[in-house]
């Protein structure tokens, strides 16, 4: 039987060893239950059906009723729900209490002005 190789600037990338090949590939043959690993079983990940996902700020047009006067009020929905802003159970709410800013971390700037917003520490 021969070896073949494939090699790419000097590094081996496949080795194919024939001689270790018990049979040729349109043969087929039973694996042996006894030798059959069994896959590990799954580990069950509950959803936080509580968890809210939030968007761009809310529009005048949109209803405010859950956000305070003069507080900046964001598109909310459900974290698990696929419509996301178009969810049924959608609706306008104030942002949850932030971590001080040294607790992120902060991804690349955007160019967009309208991203992401400062809260109450904007200069």
Known sequence: ???HAYVLDGQL??????EKMSE?????SEPDPEEEEKCPEPEIIELDKS???YGDLCEDKHNRNLCE????CHKSWPAHDPNQWESISAVCR??????????????ELSNNQKA???GADCS
């Open 51 to 53: 968890a809210i996902m």
């Open 24 to 28: 040729r590939p349109d043969e087929k």
């Open 13 to 18: 990338v496949l080795k194919l060893d024939t």
């Open 69 to 72: 006067e003069f507080v900046m």
């Open 116 to 118: 992401g917003s400062c």
């Open 94 to 107: 104030i942002l949850p209490s932030q971590k001080p800013s040294n607790e992120y971390t902060y991804g």
């Open 1 to 3: 039987m021969e070896n």
